[in-house]
């Protein structure tokens, strides 16, 4: 049984710097890939960062966040940067298959957490 939980998400003001936090039981990352995926309200759910050989950004983050994992801990992180009021949004965690040239598709992973909120202003 995968489980996933993101913690981390609250919120900060524009320019702020947060770590997101997604601990994993039941899944190891030489399995897959894992990813950050964010939603805000009334929009789709999209890509945010990836890491599976190499790690892929949205361009909309690039130079802000840095995702990165801790194999011994099975778990994964998102470091955020200058923080923009656009960045608002429910941040979620994913594992699976998804393989480089799909590593920002949602439908590519298996595995989901719940979502951590993180609400800049």
């Known amino acids: 049984h995968v489980q996933l939980v993101e913690s981390g998400g609250e919120s900060v003001q524009a320019g702020g710097s947060l770590r997101l936090s997604c601990d994993t039981s039941?899944?190891?990352?030489?399995?897959?890939?894992a990813a950050w995926f964010r939603q805000a309200p009334g929009k789709e759910r999209e890509g945010v960062a990836s890491i599976c050989s190499i790690a892929v950004y949205a361009d909309s983050v690039k130079g802000r966040f840095t995702i990165s994992q801790n194999t011994a801990k099975n778990t994964l992180y998102l470091q955020m940067n200058s923080l923009k009021p656009e960045d608002t949004g429910t941040y979620y965690c994913?594992?699976?298959?998804?393989?480089?040239?799909?590593?920002?598709?949602?439908?590519?992973?298996?595995?989901w957490g719940q979502g951590t909120q993180v609400t800049v202003s």
């Open positions: 039941g899944y190891t990352f030489s399995r897959g890939c």
């Open positions: 994913a594992a699976g298959p998804a393989g480089p040239s799909r590593a920002l598709v949602s439908s590519a992973y298996d595995y």
